[in-house]
T-cell receptor, first 115, second 114 residues
């Protein structure tokens, strides 16, 4: 299957700093990528849809100025958590579809801990 | 938007027994229904999916059924093994647009006892 790689796999930062997470499609081009957030023992909640070359579409309740998404190429989308706070600590997972409707491929996930 | 409800939240079975997880969805336009298995701290892995033009699909010990009229679909795992223990998520999406974003159910923690 298609491969989606996410980096870093885990990061610890101080409150108030910004953290960037990268999501790459390694063997296919992804015009659309999705960013999910998962709290412990909970489901995956869609944060935003990342569109190559245009602005991301955010889900209701997700602050676009806090979670900056950039999809500058067909293989890379980035999520930047700005001015992170302890409540932003979570597992962030990106996903992409390898052309056409159907299976979503997920990255390994990035565990963010904000101290 | 789409809303997916999943039950039960936890399921405990003995090795060799069958396990059934059920989901309902709200948007009648949804036409793609995947099931994902997620082990602790890892990415979700697709185990089976079904599209709205079929009512049932089977892959070895795993099967999924879909009732479009009632807007519910189920995952069936037969002859369960301890390595089946994980969190299972159902999801639904409408693939008629280039986005096709997935909405996930709340998840079911399956524990298979040896």
């Amino acid at each position: 299957g298609a491969v989606v790689s996410q980096h870093p796999s885990w990061v610890i930062c101080k409150s108030g700093t910004s953290v960037k997470i990268e999501c790459r499609s390694l063997d296919f081009q992804a015009t659309t990528m999705f960013w999910y957030r998962q709290f412990p023992k909970q489901s995956l909640m869609l944060m935003a849809t990342s569109n190559e070359g245009s602005k991301a579409t955010y889900e209701q309740g997700v602050e676009k100025d806090k979670f900056l998404i950039n999809h500058a190429s067909l293989t890379l989308s980035t999520l930047t958590v700005t001015s992170a706070h302890p409540e932003d600590s979570s597992f962030y997972i990106c996903s992409a579809r390898a052309g056409g409707p159907g299976e979503l491929f997920f990255g390994e996930g990035s565990r963010l801990t904000v101290l | 938007g789409e809303n997916v409800e999943q039950h039960p939240s936890t399921l405990s079975v003995q090795e060799g027994d069958s396990a059934v997880i059920k989901c309902t969805y709200s948007d009648s336009a949804s036409n793609y229904f995947p099931w994902y298995k997620q082990e602790l701290g890892k990415r979700p892995q697709l185990i089976i999916d079904i599209r709205s033009n079929v009512g049932e699909k089977k892959d070895q010990r795993i099967a999924v059924t879909l009732n479009k009229t009632a807007k519910h679909f189920s995952l069936h795992i037969t002859e369960t093994q301890p390595e089946d223990s994980a969190v299972y998520f159902c999801a639904a999406s409408f693939t008629g647009t280039s986005y096709g974003k997935l909405t996930f159910g709340q998840g079911t923690i399956l524990t298979v006892h040896p």
